[in-house]
């Protein structure tokens, strides 16, 4: 993902920035979304691999590692 190029110009001024990265987790009974913080951490959730969630009572998500 890149910021589009936005044409700052003397009567336009560029705004604020902000990012946020989801990543969605699709199993047989439930789907999963875990917000990360940075880009680097959401390129390792490659699409179609495959994770092994531990999740709370609450359906939350507290650990995730690489399936074996």
Do not use: C, M
């Amino acid at each position: 993902p890149t910021w589009p190029d936005i044409g700052v110009s003397a009567s336009r001024r560029q705004g604020g920035r902000e990012e946020a990265f989801q990543v969605v987790f699709a199993t047989e009974k439930k789907t999963y979304t875990h917000s990360v913080s940075d880009l680097d951490t959401f390129r390792q959730f490659e699409i179609g691999s495959r994770w092994v969630l531990q999740t709370n009572k609450l359906g939350g998500i507290t650990s995730i590692e690489p399936a074996q």
